[in-house]
């Protein structure tokens, strides 16, 4: 097919309304045109391509994510818009694997409209002409018809059972459109639809936030998907978000409300926002509980609290800072996940770590700072608290450094903390590694945007300098707070 035609039909669908605000499904299909002829592109290129400044930390799932947003926004597009588009642009489903970090098949194709509704006449022709397959298979099934009656009468019953008795399309993905949420099957076919007024908040827009802030999952066990969805409004901040549980098929069961007012927050409205939801999975002693992480708006403080899958408040732990990012994870391999948080802590406006076993969700962060020292909620008991070193750049140009993207695979922890917050792409970032004893294997800047922005700012004046190898050394110092048998986290295998 001409190349041209291609590359028009692919410009046609960035210029769309249906991508307006999908700057990385943008990124990707322009990625994808690139390589539009070749079967060898690799994950691990995509992620370079999508997330230049994440590689260590993304996944072929992460990929496999962003395809599947990519599908089910180009079917959004043909459905409305592209409708009378001249070339069909589809992702073909890349499921076999070739055994060479490779899948099998084009990651993208094109096709003329008029080939593709041909092809459907074709089907249409033969499956209608009396000496094609089908139509020899239809007097086949004229012999059988009375024998089929017979049966279908005595089946009725039964029949009727398995209808009403067959579980229907579960929630199993989510997009905005305008001002309205709408919930997908996992072939990206809608199932209903909410429509919220006064829209989203411009948080909902970003890729990296969206998958926090809804959850699908059978929270009753009983076979049926439930969602969980935190809304934040668009426009200034009034009130807080609130956490909706829809039914699978739609009903409303419950909202909860985060935080509370606190006296520390000095007569500040208590608008409290949701960074991140999660599910703490049934064990043989407990059902599933849900993990709410929210913030106070603008800065401090975080409430992490729990609560059963009808909504209600069982337990919560405050923390004296700004805690954005959660994962659930079996540290220790005991069978049962913990609760991690990250973001700054006011200890020191550094970045910091905070571990919670799910069954000692309590208490508040002891502070050295009696101005941020929370009061009334008893000592927290978290099973691991760290704070992590501020760079010279860091310190020189910001208030903070913070700690992001946590993440546990094969016995090894990670997480990235910024040294730069705005506007500097990339944030400068610092790579940890520890070990599941929490032993640091690494830390290291492990991408140009930390150096080139350290020597940029250093390069001239009193303290001109570049990045010495004590410096580096000094990113090392993992200050451990809670949960460590000394004041700094001990140093395993070091990989350099």
Known sequence: MDSAAIREEVERILRSRTFANKKQLKKLLEFLLKHIDSQGTRPDLVIGELWPGEIRTKRAADVATEMNRLRNALKVYYGAEGADDPVIITLPNRAVSAGNDTNQGFWMTAQLRRDSEQAAAEDRSIDS?????????????????????????????????????????????????????????????????????????????YAQWQPTRIWFGDLEGKGHTSVLFSYSPSGPLSHSSILICYSDRGKEKWRWTPGTSLPELAGSPATFITHAVAVLKATDKKPPRIVVLSQHSPWWPTQVALLDSNGNSLSEYWHSGGLSSLLLADLDGDGKDEIIATGVSE????????????????????????????????VAQERLRLLFPRSDLNRALFQYNAAAEPSFQDGVFRLTVLECITPYPGGCRIFYEFDKKFHLMSAYAGSDDFLSAHNRFFQSGKDAHTLSAQEQTAFQRVRCLRGCNSDFVPVGNLVP
């Open 347 to 378: 200890y020191d406006h550094q970045a910091t770590l905070v571990v919670l076993d799910p069954d000692r969700v309590f208490g508040a962060s002891i502070e050295v700072r009696p101005e941020f020292q929370i009061h009334g909620k008893g």
């Open 129 to 205: 002409h009396p000496d094609g397959p089908r139509g020899k298979a239809r007097r086949v099934l004229k012999r059988v018809a009375g024998i089929a009656v017979m049966i279908t009468a005595l089946g009725v019953a039964a029949f009727s059972s398995f209808r009403f008795l067959r579980m229907p399309d579960q929630p199993r993905l989510a997009r905005l459109d305008g001002s309205s949420l709408i919930i997908m099957d996992a072939e990206g076919k809608e199932i209903w639809r909410k429509v919220f007024p006064e829209g989203f908040g411009p948080d909902w827009y």
